[in-house]
């Protein structure tokens, strides 16, 4: 758990020096890396809540396969709102560009 915070560190950290082409890429690269992980955990919990099925107390098993299936997506979604914290401000950032490099209306009217 702390070195999947560390990569994600290391990657924010890195994507801060990119460039705005490089930056989206980041980005993207970073959501699929996510919603890799979140499958890998779905799949998981697939696989347990099946197994349960086959015991004989099926309902403590499955409440305890949905447990692991939180505790396992928490970390997930944090890096997720984080990310999507992180797209924001650059997303703001280049609109906040755009806008001072535009000729203000009153310049370009003669």
Not at 28 to 45: C, I, S, T, Y
Not at 57 to 76: G, K, S
């Amino acid at each position: 758990m702390k070195k999947f915070f560390l990569v994600l560190w290391c990657a924010s950290a890195c994507a801060l020096a990119q460039t705005a082409a490089d930056t989206s890429a980041v980005i993207a690269k970073e959501r699929e890396d996510l919603a890799a992980q979140r499958q890998r955990v779905l799949d998981v919990f697939e696989e347990r809540s099946q197994d349960c099925w086959q015991k004989f107390a099926v309902n403590n098993c499955i409440i305890q396969a949905r447990r692991i299936r939180r505790t396992d997506l928490q970390p997930i979604r944090q890096a997720e709102l984080a990310l999507n914290d992180r797209e924001r401000q650059w997303r703001t950032q280049q609109r906040d560009e755009r806008l001072k490099n535009k000729p203000s209306e009153s310049t370009a009217k003669p």
